[in-house]
C-alpha cells in the first residue's frame, strides 16, 4: 500500500518510476537502498532500532524520540527520512470480541489479569514469542507470564493467520498477535488492546530517500510530506481492509485514496 501510494505521488509529480515492490523483505530493501539499487522506500521507524543495534534504547518507545533517532541515525548513511505517519503499526494483542466484551478487556492490564486467570490461549509468531521486543516486553511492563503451554507458536509472522485464529477460536486460541494498522480487525470483530504503558517499539511509516535523490528532486519531500502526514491509524486500517477483506488491489485503492485527497484540498 505505501510503496503504491509513494509511486503514485511521484508519477503525479511527473517523475519516472520504476516500481520494485515486490523486491523483498525489510534487509533486502535496506540494502537495496544503501547500494543506491533502488532510490526510496517507505521504512518504519522501529527497524531503524534493530538495523542499529539499539532496540534497547528507550527512545524508540515513543513516537517523536523514535522518529528523531532514526533521522539522526541514517542522516550518517545519507538517507534522509521525510515526515511520518501518526500511525504506530507495532505490534499489539488482539482479542476475540465476544471474549472481550464478556470479560471487559480492552487494555494489557485487563489482558494481563485475564492471564492470570487462565483465560487466554494465544496464537502468535516464533518471533514475537521469543524476541525479548514483544511478548517478553508486555509482560514485563503488565506484570504477566503466559506459558508456552498456552502459546500456539508459527513459523510466519502473517497476523492474517492469527488474527483469523483469535477470530475463529481456532485450537482453543482467543487472543492474536496483530499489528496496528491490519486492516482485517474490524472485519474480525477483534478488540485489539490498548498499551497505556508504552512497553512495545513504535513503529511509525515514512518514506526514505537517497540524499542525493532528494538534492536532485527536491520537490519530492513537499509531495510526499503531504501525503504521509495525512495517513493516521484509522486511514491506513481502512485502506488495508480495501485490500484485504475487499479484495482490491493495492495500486487501485492508493489511485483512489489520492485523487479524494487532491479533490478536498
Known amino acids: ?17 520504476e516500481r520494485r515492490l515486490g523486491l523483498g523483505p525489510t534487509l533486502i530493501v535496506r540494502s537495496a537502498l544503501l547500494a543506491g539499487e533502488i532510490d526510496l522506500y517507505p521504512e518504519y521507524t522501529g527497524n531503524v532500532a534493530f538495523f542499529s543495534g539499539t532496540e534497547t534504547d ?9 522518529y528523531d533517532l532514526a533521522l539522526r541515525l541514517d542522516a550518517a548513511l545519507r538517507l534522509v527520512w521525510l515526515t511520518r505517519s501518526p500511525a504506530n503499526n507495532t505490534w499489539l494483542i488482539a482479542v476475540h ?10 487494555t ?6 485475564a492471564v492470570r486467570n487462565d483465560l487466554i490461549r494465544l496464537a502468535a509468531s516464533t518471533e514475537f514469542v521469543e524476541s525479548p521486543a514483544a511478548l517478553a516486553s508486555f509482560e514485563a ?6 506459558p508456552l503451554s498456552r502459546i500456539i507458536s508459527l513459523p510466519s509472522g502473517d497476523t492474517a493467520v492469527t488474527a483469523r485464529a483469535a477470530a475463529e477460536g481456532i485450537s482453543g486460541v482467543n487472543a492474536g498477535m496483530v499489528y496496528g494498522t491490519d486492516g482485517a480487525l474490524a472485519a474480525l470483530d477483534l478488540a485489539v488492546m490498548s498499551d497505556p504503558k508504552g512497553a512495545q517499539i513504535v513503529y511509525e511509516p515514512a518514506p526514505v530517500v537517497r540524499a542525493a535523490t532528494l538534492e536532485r528532486h527536491p520537490q519530492i519531500r513537499t509531495a510526499l510530506d503531504r ?8 486511514t491506513l486500517r ?12 493495492a495500486a487501485a485503492v492508493a ?8 479533490s478536498h484540498r
Open 1 to 17: 500500500m505505501l510503496g503504491n501510494l509513494i509511486s503514485a505521488v511521484l508519477e503525479g509529480l511527473g517523475l519516472p518510476v
Open 58 to 66: 528507550p527512545a524508540w518507545k515513543t513516537a517523536e524520540s523514535a
Open 97 to 106: 470480541g465476544g471474549f472481550a466484551r464478556e470479560h471487559g478487556l480492552a
Open 108 to 113: 494489557m492490564v485487563d489482558f494481563a489479569g
Open 141 to 146: 511492563a503488565y506484570g504477566f507470564t503466559l
Open 227 to 234: 501525503v504521509f502526514a495525512r495517513l493516521d491509524a484509522d
Open 238 to 249: 481502512r485502506l488495508n481492509a480495501a485490500i484485504t477483506v475487499e479484495g482490491r488491489t
Open 255 to 262: 489511485g483512489e485514496w489520492l485523487a479524494a485527497q487532491a
